[in-house]
């Protein structure tokens, strides 16, 4: 079974600064990935997703992220950050068949002026 | 808007009560996933139905129960309530399953008092 981490619980980054937020998966094959981030009080919105080709994807909000399949990652970056981006981000793998999506813990991301 | 609904937005009940949650996936969608989140346990996987059929179960209590009806919306149960239970109920959809990017409502928040 396919299994997700993000080692981080908690990002604060300033305003303007570059960020990244880490994401481990492990499963045997090649996996679907994706991010997603939740607003205070909101449902979750799809970031953007990874199922083949180009290791580097665009998402929405001007994020990106790049599948490294030897270090078994799927980092979310953005070079600036807006006040706006502070919310829960999660990472999740798809496998083959019908096994759901897992969901990492979540990273909480604060930003400071 | 993902195109998800879910009602009621709030609920306040008391212990040992029963409430259902409702959901009304995407157009289209044939899968509805339920989801709890807490702040405890985070976001926990309950169930997934597909076109009508039980496909996963996750970490779904006895005392709660859902299905998915003909017209695809689909319905959650929590009986016996109790003060645990409280957190945020999230519903999601998606077009199959498995793999598949999942869209998810804005959520209802249960209060057990």
């Known amino acids: 079974a396919q299994s997700v981490t993000q080692p981080d619980i908690h990002i604060t980054v300033s305003e303007g600064a570059s960020l990244e937020l880490r994401c481990n998966y492990s499963y045997g094959a090649t996996p679907y990935l994706f991010w997603y981030v939740q607003s205070p009080g909101q449902g979750l919105q799809l970031l953007l997703k990874y199922f083949s080709g180009d290791t580097l994807v665009q998402g929405i909000k001007g994020f990106e992220a790049e599948f490294k399949r030897s270090q078994s990652s799927f980092n979310l970056r953005k070079p600036s950050v807006h006040w706006s981006d502070a919310a829960e981000y999660f990472c999740?793998?798809?496998?083959?068949?019908?096994?759901?999506?897992?969901f990492g813990k979540g990273t909480r991301l604060s930003v400071i002026a | 808007d993902s195109g998800v609904t879910q009602t009621p937005k709030h609920l306040i009940t008391a212990t040992g009560q029963r409430v259902t949650l409702r959901c009304s996936p995407r157009?289209?969608?044939?899968?509805v996933y339920w989801y709890q989140q807490s702040l405890d346990q985070g976001l926990q996987f309950l169930i997934q139905?597909?076109?009508?059929?039980?496909?996963a179960k996750g970490n779904i209590l006895e005392r709660f129960s859902a299905q998915q009806f003909p017209d695809l919306h689909s319905e959650l149960n929590l009986s016996s309530l109790e003060l645990g239970d409280s957190a945020l109920y999230f519903c999601?959809?998606?077009?199959?399953?498995?793999?598949?990017?999942?869209?998810f409502g804005p959520g209802t928040r249960l209060t057990v008092t």
């Open positions: 157009s289209g969608d044939l899968s």
């Open positions: 999740a793998v798809g496998a083959r068949g019908n096994t759901p999506l897992v």
């Open positions: 999601a959809s998606s077009v199959n399953g498995g793999r598949d990017e999942q869209y």
């Open positions: 139905y597909y076109n009508g059929e039980e496909r």
